[in-house]
Structures are given as structure tokens and as C-alpha cells.
């Protein structure tokens, strides 16, 4: 183990490859990521404690010690290509609060029918390999969280909402400054 303690997480398009990095953006500026296909399998995935070797479609994402940017007072909606809504399953009913905090990061994401948002103590076994604590089935089919593994699920949340029509934006630590920033392939804090 190496004096910085790592933990590694893996974010990773079953069917889709994400794009290089985006420059720094503002808050108002829309995400330069990789729309993905609704028709398309995009399994993204979130994994906690992965090997360092990674698939080609995989990008090594890492929990760095230290602290994370704030949430914001007010989360900014930014505006995404299409609407859609989301169902908080009954297994998220400690997180909801959080998971809407997260839903609210992007316009025309509603509460009330549409992608089912379940919560689960383990690893999500059924979304690739590696121990994955996120998981967004064919862009919005079906979210799984672990929310109990992050200490913002606010964030984890709005970046598995994200997927729905997002791919990665590039390396970094996720915060809540664009969605490009939430949509950063690491976790710092």
C-alpha cells in the first residue's frame, strides 16, 4: 500500500467510448461530453478499490484524500437535450433528499415515473466488473447507487443522472462548478 492511501474508481461505457478531456468551463457553459444513445447499452459505472490496469474502454477514476468542493447553496440547473424523469425506489428513502439535490443539476429531470432509482448496501455485481458503487443501465433505464460508499450523494447522484445523456468530460475532481465538472471522472475528498 503506498503512503497516499488510493482507492481507485472506474468509470466505464459498456458500448460507448467517452472522448478525451474537456477544457475548464463555466458554470453556464453545457457539458463537451459524448451524448449517449438511448438505444445504446451505456452501462456507466463507478467502482471503488479497481486494479490499476484498466480496458480500453474504462477510465481509471480515483478517491483522493482532501476536500471536496462544497455543494452550492442553490444547485444550477443546466439545461440537457431531452427531458426525462426519475422514480426514488422505496431502498433510497434515506438518500432522497440528496438524490434530488443531485436530479436538480439538470433542467427537465422531474421527479415522478420514468428511470426507477434503487439503493443498495453491496456492490453493484451486475454492471460490469470491479466492486461499482453507480451504475445507469442503457441511459436511463435504471439507476442503482450506493450511496451509502460516498460522502456526496448529492454529487453521485447528479452524475449518474448525468449518463442519461452524458458521457465522461475528462480527469479531474467531480464537483458541482458545470456540468462537465460533475461529469469528471474523479472523486476527491
Given at each position: 500500500?503506498?503512503?497516499?492511501?488510493?482507492?481507485?474508481?472506474?468509470?466505464?461505457?459498456?458500448?460507448?467510448?467517452?472522448?478525451?478531456?474537456?477544457?475548464?468551463?463555466?458554470?453556464?457553459?453545457?457539458?463537451?461530453?459524448?451524448?449517449t444513445a438511448?438505444?445504446?447499452?451505456?452501462?456507466?459505472?463507478?467502482?471503488?478499490?479497481?486494479?490499476?490496469?484498466?480496458?480500453?474502454?474504462?477510465?481509471?477514476?480515483?478517491?483522493?484524500?482532501?476536500?471536496?468542493?462544497?455543494?452550492?447553496?442553490?444547485?444550477?440547473?443546466?439545461?440537457?437535450?431531452?427531458?426525462?424523469?426519475?422514480?426514488?425506489?422505496?431502498?433510497?428513502?434515506?438518500?432522497?433528499?440528496?438524490?434530488?439535490?443531485?436530479?436538480?443539476?439538470?433542467?427537465?429531470?422531474?421527479?415522478?415515473?420514468?428511470?426507477?432509482?434503487?439503493?443498495?448496501?453491496g456492490y453493484i455485481?451486475?454492471?460490469?466488473?470491479?466492486?461499482?458503487?453507480?451504475?445507469?443501465?442503457?441511459?436511463?433505464?435504471?439507476?442503482?447507487?450506493?450511496?451509502?460508499?460516498?460522502?456526496?450523494?448529492?454529487?453521485?447522484?447528479?452524475?449518474?443522472?448525468?449518463?442519461?445523456?452524458?458521457?465522461?468530460?475528462?480527469?479531474?475532481?467531480?464537483?458541482?462548478?458545470?456540468?462537465?465538472?460533475?461529469?469528471?471522472?474523479?472523486?476527491?475528498?
Open positions: 500500500m503506498r503512503n497516499l492511501q488510493r482507492v481507485t474508481v472506474l468509470f466505464a461505457a459498456v458500448a460507448a467510448t467517452v472522448l478525451g478531456s474537456v477544457p475548464a468551463a463555466s458554470a453556464y457553459d453545457q457539458p463537451e461530453t459524448a451524448p438511448q438505444s445504446t447499452q451505456s452501462t456507466q459505472l463507478m467502482t471503488a478499490a479497481a486494479d490499476d490496469e484498466h480496458g480500453t474502454d474504462a477510465h481509471g477514476v480515483q478517491l483522493v484524500p482532501g476536500k471536496a468542493a462544497p455543494m452550492p447553496a442553490k444547485i444550477l440547473g443546466w439545461d440537457v437535450p431531452s427531458a426525462r424523469s426519475y422514480t426514488i425506489t422505496a431502498s433510497c428513502s434515506q438518500y432522497a433528499g440528496a438524490i434530488r439535490q443531485g436530479a436538480a443539476a439538470w433542467n427537465g429531470l422531474t421527479e415522478g415515473g420514468g428511470t426507477p432509482v434503487s439503493c443498495q448496501d455485481t451486475d454492471c460490469g466488473a470491479g466492486t461499482v458503487i453507480g451504475c445507469n443501465y442503457g441511459a436511463g433505464q435504471r439507476i442503482t447507487l450506493v450511496a451509502s460508499a460516498v460522502g456526496d450523494v448529492a454529487l453521485l447522484a447528479a452524475h449518474e443522472f448525468g449518463h442519461d445523456w452524458y458521457g465522461h468530460s475528462g480527469t479531474g475532481c467531480a464537483n458541482w462548478n458545470s456540468p462537465a465538472d460533475v461529469m469528471r471522472t474523479s472523486i476527491c475528498g
